[in-house]
């Protein structure tokens, strides 16, 4: 009896070698991606701390989640959190619509005008959040000499001492930060909307707005909707110039959802309950992520180009 | 007034509207720009008068200079975030631009729920991934040394690098590949000597947005840094809040550290303009 020995074919060495140049990355990614994120659903049932340079862990359920419901400063923290995103998005998404809308106006598509809004993206974090720190300065603050000198404030203004203001200063840096992307994005959507969309509008007796509500709008869905989501993941998960500008303060009235995990983590070393607000924190913004998709529906993009 | 008339004074009215909303985005995004450029060049002195004195006769280089030269800071800074964002960026090439063509092109099974659960991981915030990794990293003595930034970076450098990898291998056509396995070429070669010189401008593209999220990442190294590693973010940000702050070498620290990323984002605007429309819209 004659055996068959199997011979490889070309599409099974193709897919053996796809395993192969799959494996390394993928290990990477679970090593450093999931097992963290395993490993931090697992602290957050635990009481995590440093005790004499090792960490000790025991078991405590849902004791830090508990806390949670009674912790003040996740109060204020949620507050804040609500307020700055809510407006954040708001802010960014209005004023990026209308840049986008400028830019794609004959006026607007100068190379130049594309230069200058990637500056501030492309500015570091903490670049960004030093330089606001300064133009916000209570004593030399450029802010406050402009204003002073336009008579709209009558003495400086210590906008991030103040418990009113330093909140909507701290949003004011970050929408002058977070437009640019956000107008590009859109900006790349409105360059597919074809443009007999519009003749085919205007035949129809359309004025403007009617274009813009009927036709830039609906075409802009899909932009739209990943703007949002990525706007409102991107507020929640502000840092960087909760860092420099404000530490949280003055009194918590700048605390956020990310800064307090962070502080609660690594400057009162309460590694179970900072794993336990990390985790609220990814359900907050997965749970407002599956809402958007719901409710704005973005389709499969239009195309310009066949297919 | 006639019908032509009105008409025009409606059209000259539109046109001035978009004109005057062209100037004030000029104006909001420049004015912090030029502040940050005028205030890096002029003296403490002018700074702290009310209002300052913004006088082209007191510029001077010495705010820059001072930064440079001061022996501690940004120097260092900048060896240091090179080595994490060129260990980064490259680690995170070789190991995506192999697996995302594997996936495109080598039908590995499952590959595209694979890459949607890469993509999910991008959803977590990084304080869910960090409070383990420290723990992990300490044990390890790893803290506090470049390897255990370049590990952590690559958790959100690599996904990103994957994902605007595969579109492109998946745009190129199979043909191409068929015709070099014809000429008898292995899968390595045909990777090596046909996919990859053809992928060079997207390859740039993954490399310029790995470059520039590593050198800009400031939370993680905030948690991982102490005395040896210190970023360029991190020494930046210990210009603020210093009992004596010099706003002029503070702004001028910001400045400088700046201008590499926002030189590589305007050099390689076209393909961060791809990326964002290819990518991001479409994807």
Known sequence: MTEFRSVPTLADRRRRMGYLLVTPAMLVLVLVVLVPILRSIVYSFQRVRPEGGRFQANWVWFDNYRFMGSDPAVRRALRNTVFFTVGEVVLVIG?????????????????????????????????????WEWILNGSYGVLNAVLLRL????????????ANLALRMVLLADVWKSVPFIALLLLAGLQNIPRYLYRAAKLDGANAWQRFRFVTLPSLRTPLTLAIILQTIWAIKVFDLIYVLTKGGPGDRTLMANFLAYRVTFNYLDFGYGAALANAIFLAMLILS????????????RSRQAP | MSEGTRRRLRLLLRDGAIVAGLIVFLVWTLAPIVWML???VLPHRALISRPPDVDPALFTWKNIQGVMEDRSALVDSFVNSAIVAVATTSLALALGSLAAYAIARLSVPGGNKLMLMVLATQMFPGIVLIIPMFIVLSRARLIDTHIGLVVVYLSFVLPVVMWILKGFFESIPAEIERAAMVDGASTMQTYRLVVLPMSLPPLFAAGVFAFIESWNEFFYAVILTRTNVKTVPIRISEFSGQYRTSFGEMIAAAMIASIPVIVMAIIFRKYILLGFSEGAVKG
Do not use: E
Request: charged residues 10%; positive net charge; aromatic residues 10%.
């Open chain 1, 290 to 301: 599956i809402i958007y998709i719901k409710v704005l529906k973005p389709g499969a993009p």
């Open chain 1, 95 to 131: 004023i990026a619509l209308g840049v986008a809308l400028l830019l794609d106006h004959p006026f607007g598509r100068f190379g130049a005008f594309r230069i200058i809004l990637l500056i501030p993206w492309a500015i570091a974090p903490v670049a960004n959040a030093v330089l």
């Open chain 2, 38 to 40: 005028l205030t890096s």
């Open chain 1, 151 to 162: 008579g709209l404030i009558s003495h400086y203004k210590i906008w991030l001492g103040d």
